[in-house]
């Protein structure tokens, strides 16, 4: 037979939801979960989230809200079990809900007020009456809050720590990470075990300059958390340099609609600015992916998230695309493996205490309780309350588990230090904690170090923080596939950044970091000319022309005999060019003179051999002589001008560019001066001039050529030769064509210089042959000497515009040369030709002409004077 208990108990099983409620129902009204207990410590927890349309309390949160309150319920069952910690003391507690709003959150706090604002007003009820007499109703008195953990948001714990520090209630936040909390002169009650922002901050500037990007824009929730640690971001990253912020745009609390979409379109204002820095709630994150999808930027925003992202699936479902390659940041925590089974353990049966478990338990399994007011649709299966969590429902421990514990066992350590210094040997409280002094628990708590739920120390700093440990993820997907990608860790922050580069992995090439950057670098050769107030934007201006870039700011100009690299980034030595043996420029200059000189060695033996012919006494053999040297040293000097210069070059070049035709035309001069004298002394007596002997002429002819020798000798002496190196001469535009030259230090004036006396020469003689052109035929060389210097002067005339002319190009050296040389050989074979070849044509060809011809009748030569006695007759046929 069966035992009438069990028999009843699938009735009871039926019975214990309506049961539950009924008991819940109650405590609901009260609006708080509360455990009874010598010290009752508050808890802030947004169980629900922001309500809509003028209501307080919106949808419940089942992690952020259940879980974190759950967490401080599994704290206080532990301290309260530690015979170590606080024996003989038990610690109570009263939890409310902030619904995620801060002035909410205000109303809820004043309760934990209520003790000390009844026990400052308790001397004013004496004689106080209701109306008609009654004495007044006297309720139980509220709990006696010592502490409070939490609140969740910023902005909710900024509020209320203003109202606790009125009562000197130490504070310890699990979540709020402000860096405004950290200001110990207004929150002085405040404590965390979670870093502040400033922190966070620090880290994710950390984190944009490992990624090499220096132009990002920022994204924050109107609010305590987004503005205050965008605003940590800039600061951070103003002070480190190297990061400019490209526009740092605010969500409003309640955007329109639109307002995203709005936002993007800001966003694309600064399109280099790749990288988005965000402190937003997961909603406003969430849409601000769904606004970027819809603009059809899938991957071209890379989001650096705050901790308010993390590791979080809710703000990306159904928007990994959008979230690949993102970073996040969390404070380094880990999973608690006792509140897993602790939690996963809860029923309606076992969790009567927390009042709002029934409205989980509905959420978390999707059925619905009968009597909870609810109709249960057709769609919706009622709860049977032999559901379990983790089996019948997923299940992730809450981030911010850890840090609740944390919190908790913070103060418990605080109380135990605080009462083994005022209660030594008593078991339980004595007179000097009741009650707690809030001021001095405050000491005690900022002074506690001890290892926290997850291993790590837990410890504040001056103004109540905790320090900086963040571990860093990155959305990635997996086989190319976002929606089944998840977060990897890739590196830590703890005061230093631990970053995994070669870890990360991003759309498009999966290992090319993207860039964010508001100029891309300048290449090789330029410089960067910045754009006024904005250090991180740039043009990038090219170190042209013979300029090189000296650093990434700077161009300077290479030094005068280097040129720059072909990349702009050196200098290098300019290569040194002259006229050599082997250039095409120096061919027809050197074939003119070899056959000039082979034609005036011909001449000059020829001339020798038959010295004392009728032909060669009648051309002068004296002064033809002297002409012949100058030719020959005319033809000469092109070998000069082609030999590499040099000191003994140089020093030769000088003295015989100019001594050949000074010579030459010496002697012309003296030639035709004395046939232009004679004829004008034969207009007018029979007496011949003087000073035309051979001797004479000789004389003359040297005394006018060593004006020439003198003042060359003298330049020599004045300013000795050398030679250099002039680096202008073909500094082309183009520095890959520059050269330097290696020549003597000759300008073109100094040049001309040499030539200038035998130029005057040249002209003097040419007006003597103009002179002299109406001669009898009797002076048979007038009129060749005539033809050779009207040819010269044309020679000449030629050579002036086209040595000059030719003075900018980048072939100066080699035109100016030929020019000159060729110029120099043209006039000597000129002179050569006229006067010489048809001479030595006559005496080699035809010798039968070579001979003495009869004087013409006197009444043929009356008309002139005869010649000097002793006198060749050169002027007679």
Same mark, same amino acid.
């Given at each position: ?6 028999a ?9 939801p309506?049961a539950?409620l009924?008991?819940?129902g @109650?405590? +609901?009204?009260? #609006?708080?979960?509360?455990l009874? /207990?010598g010290?009752?410590l !508050? %808890?802030?927890? *947004? ?24 967490a ?11 015979p170590?910690?606080?024996?003989g003391?038990r610690?109570g ?6 619904c ?15 003790? @000390?604002? +009844?026990?400052? #007003?308790?001397?004013?009820?004496? /004689?106080?009456?209701?109306? !008609? %007499?009654?004495? *007044? ?5 509220p ?11 910023s ?16 504070q ?12 110990s002169?207004r ?15 620090q ?8 990624l ?10 109107? %609010?305590?958390y987004g503005?205050?640690g965008?605003?940590?971001f800039v ?25 995203f ?8 204002e600064?399109p280099?600015a ?14 601000v ?6 603009a059809?930027?899938?991957g071209?925003?890379?989001w ?9 699936t ?13 970073i ?5 925590r880990?999973?608690?493996?006792g ?11 076992n969790?009567?205490?927390?009042i ?8 978390n399994?999707?059925c ?9 649709d057709d769609?919706?299966r ?10 019948d ?15 908790v ?9 605080m009462h083994?210094a005022?209660c ?9 904690m ?7 628990l405050?000491?005690?708590i ?14 504040f700093n001056?103004n109540g ?6 571990d ?6 997996t ?6 990608g998840g977060?990897?860790?890739v590196?830590q922050?703890a005061e230093?950044?631990r970053?995994?580069v070669?870890a ?6 999966p290992?090319e ?9 300048c290449?090789p ?18 170190c042209d022309?013979?300029r ?5 700011f ?14 702009h980034?050196?200098?290098r030595?300019?290569p040194?060019v ?23 060695t011909?001449v ?6 038959h ?16 002409l012949l ?18 000191a ?10 100019g ?5 030459s035309?010496s ?18 007596s ?7 002997s ?5 004389a003359i002819?040297?005394?006018l ?6 003042g060359?000798?003298?330049w020599?002496?004045?300013?000795p ?7 202008e ?5 183009d ?9 003597c ?34 002076f ?8 050779t ?14 040595f ?5 190009s980048?072939?100066?050296i ?31 060809f ?10 013409r009748s006197?009444?043929?030569?009356s008309?002139?004077a005869?010649?000097p ?9």
């Open positions: 037979m069966a035992r009438p208990g069990r009843r108990e699938p009735l009871l099983v039926a019975l214990l309506l539950w009924a008991q819940a @109650l405590a +609901r009204a009260a #609006g708080s979960v509360r009874a /207990g010290l009752t !508050g %808890g802030l927890f *947004p169980v629900h989230a922001r309500g809509a349309a003028g209501r307080a309390c919106g949808p419940l949160k089942k992690e952020q809200g259940v879980h974190r309150l759950e401080m319920l599994y704290a206080l069952d532990r301290v309260n079990a530690d170590e910690l606080l024996p003391v610690l507690a009263r939890l409310l809900d902030t995620s709003r801060d002035t909410y959150a205000l109303e809820q706090a004043l309760s934990f007020v209520q003790a @000390l604002i +009844r026990g400052r #007003g308790d001397g004013d009820e004496v /004689g106080l009456r209701c109306p !008609g %007499g009654v004495p *007044p109703l006297r309720t139980a008195p709990e006696r809050v010592v502490a409070v953990v939490g609140a969740s948001a902005s909710v714990s900024i509020m209320v720590a203003n109202v606790l520090r009125l009562f000197a209630i130490p310890i936040s699990y979540a709020s990470t402000a860096p405004e909390l950290s200001d002169t929150y002085d009650f405040f404590s965390r075990v979670v870093p502040p922002d400033s922190y966070q901050a880290a994710m500037v950390d984190i944009v300059r490992a090499g990007w220096n132009y990002v824009s920022t994204l924050a929730s109107e %609010g305590n503005e205050s965008v605003e940590a600061q951070i990253s103003r002070e480190a340099g190297g990061v400019c912020i490209a526009q740092s745009i605010k969500i409003p609390r309640e955007p329109k609609p639109g307002e979409n709005k936002v993007i379109r800001r966003l694309m600064t280099n790749r990288g988005i820095i965000i402190f937003a709630n997961e909603d406003d994150i969430r849409r992916l769904e606004a970027a999808r819809q059809n930027l899938t071209h925003f890379l650096v998230g705050s901790d308010s992202w993390g590791a979080k809710s703000p990306i479902l159904s928007l990994e695309d959008v979230a690949v390659g993102a996040t940041i969390l404070p380094k880990a999973s608690i493996d509140f897993d089974q602790y939690f996963m353990t809860r029923s309606l049966e969790n009567r205490r927390n709002w478990f029934a409205e989980f338990w509905e959420e399994f999707n619905k309780l009968t009597g909870s007011g609810t109709q249960a769609s919706t009622k709860c049977t309350g032999e559901e379990r969590i983790g089996r429902s997923t299940y992730e421990q809450e981030g911010k588990v850890q840090f609740v514990i944390d919190a066992y913070a103060i418990a350590h605080a109380l135990h230090s083994q005022l030594p040997g008593h078991t339980g409280l004595c007179p000097a009741e009650p707690t002094d809030g001021r001095t405050l000491q005690y900022r002074a506690v170090r001890f290892n926290g739920s997850a291993g790590t120390p837990v410890m001056e923080d905790a320090p900086g440990r963040y860093i993820f990155q959305y990635q997907a086989n190319g596939s976002a929606s089944s977060y990897q860790a590196g922050w230093t950044l970053l995994d070669e990360l992995q991003w759309s498009g090439d290992r970091v993207p860039s964010s950057l508001c100029s891309l670098p290449g050769g330029e410089r960067k000319k910045m754009v006024k107030g904005v250090p991180c934007c740039w043009h990038c201006e090219a022309g013979y090189f870039q000296v650093d990434e700077t161009c300077e100009a290479c030094p005068g005999d280097m040129r720059p690299t072909p990349n980034t050196g200098c030595p300019t040194v002259r006229l050599s043996w082997s250039s095409p420029w120096a061919a027809l200059p050197l074939l003119l003179a070899v056959l000039g000189i082979m034609a005036t011909t000059v033996a020829t001339f020798m051999r010295n004392n012919t009728p032909i060669v006494r009648a051309s002068g053999r004296e002064l033809s002589y002297v040297t100058g030719i020959f040293l005319i033809y000469a000097i092109t070998f000069l001008m082609v030999a590499e210069p040099g003994v070059v140089c020093a030769t070049r000088r003295l015989f560019l001594l050949g035709t000074t010579l035309y002697a012309l001069l003296t030639k035709t001066n004395r046939i232009y004298r004679i004829f004008e002394q034969g207009k007018r029979v007496t011949p001039p003087p000073f035309i051979p001797t004479s002429q000789l002819t040297f005394s050529t060593s004006l020439q020798v003198v060359v000798i003298a020599l002496g004045a300013r030769p050398h030679s250099v190196i002039d680096y001469e073909q500094r082309t535009v520095p890959e064509q520059a050269r330097g030259v290696l020549k230090d000759m300008s073109d004036l100094s040049l001309i210089g040499c030539l200038g006396y035998s130029l005057l020469l040249m002209v003097t003689c040419t007006v003597y042959a103009i002179k002299a052109r109406g001669v009898p035929e009797t048979n060389e007038a009129k060749p000497i005539g033809f210097m009207y040819t010269t002067c044309i020679i000449w005339l030629a050579f002036v515009p086209i000059f002319g030719t003075a900018q980048a072939e100066k080699y035109i100016q040369t030929t020019t000159l040389t060729v110029s120099l050989s043209l006039s000597a074979s000129v002179s050569l030709g006229m006067l010489y070849v048809p001479k030595t044509y006559v005496i080699l035809h010798p039968e002409q070579n001979v003495q011809k009869r004087k006197l009444k043929a030569t008309t002139v005869a010649p006695k002793g006198e060749d007759a050169e002027d007679h046929k």
